[in-house]
Antibody
Framework: EVQLVESGGGLVQPGDSLRLSCAASGFTFSYYWMSWVRQAPGKGLEWVANIKPDGSDRNYVDSVKGRFTISRDNAKNSLYLQMNSLRDEDTAVYYC??????????WGQGTMVSVSS | QSVLTQPPSVSAAPGQKVTISCSGISSNIENNYVSWYQQLPGTAPKLLIYESNKRPSGIPDRFSGSKSGTSATLTITGLQTGDEADYYCVTWGVQKLFGGGTKLTVL
């Protein structure tokens, strides 16, 4: 079964760091672009970042550039999101998603990140 | 405020048809593929339409997508109560842009 499972969310204070992980199974992880998408409480979806299969190309939404870093370990079938200098507005459920056919084909169940003092 | 504009809500009766629009500009919708997602309450989004008008396996043909110029449309026919959800469009440039979402109520 194709599956994505996120972990690493939690409650942190503004300015803190957090690293999210996404474990992939049931498919050849190294073949696919992967993304992080987030959803603030009661709000819509927002794409955050994506990474090429070999990790050589990464893209970010402007609001996280310089603060967040997306990475992957194909040997461990894992995707990561290192989040530094967290702000209140980064509070959201973070989903990892597999890209295919110019779409987010497969989604994880999400992990909640709360930034509050 | 989202770059792509969707109506905040739509409603229709069971068995009826509903359309959800997604409006952008030439640099986003017109020149890129559009995909559509369904998000049932408390769950992760699910892909309904990709490459503007194609359905993944397992998605009923009650769901269809189209695109013309700077707008895209999701059409749902034979509405069921289980279709009550939030629906999002996305355009696929280097930056992936989401619409603000549309809440579908099946009366």
């Amino acid at each position: 079964e194709v599956q994505l499972v996120e972990s690493g969310g939690g409650l942190v204070q503004p300015g803190d760091s957090l690293r999210l992980s996404c474990a992939a199974s049931g498919f050849t992880f190294s073949y696919y672009w992967m993304s992080w998408v987030r959803q603030a409480p009661g709000k819509g979806l927002e794409w955050v970042a994506n990474i090429k299969p070999d990790g050589s190309d990464r893209n970010y939404v402007d609001s996280v550039k310089g603060r967040f870093t997306i990475s992957r370990d194909n040997a461990k079938n894992s995707l990561y999101l290192q989040m530094n200098s967290l702000r209140d507005e980064d509070t959201a459920v973070y989903y990892c998603a597999r890209e295919e056919h110019w779409a987010f084909e497969i989604w994880g169940q999400g992990t909640m990140v709360s930034v509050s003092s | 405020q989202s770059v792509l504009t969707q109506p905040p809500s739509v409603s229709a009766a069971p068995g009826q048809k509903v359309t959800i629009s997604c409006s952008g500009i030439s640099s986003n919708i017109e020149n890129n593929y559009v995909s559509w997602y369904q998000q049932l309450p408390g769950t992760a989004p699910k892909l309904l339409i990709y490459e503007s008008n194609k359905r993944p396996s397992g998605i009923p043909d009650r769901f269809s997508g189209s695109k013309s110029g700077t707008s895209a449309t999701l059409t749902i026919t034979g509405l069921q109560t289980g279709d009550e959800a939030d629906y999002y469009c996305v355009t696929w440039g280097v930056q992936k842009l989401f619409g603000g979402g549309t809440k579908l109520t099946v009366l």
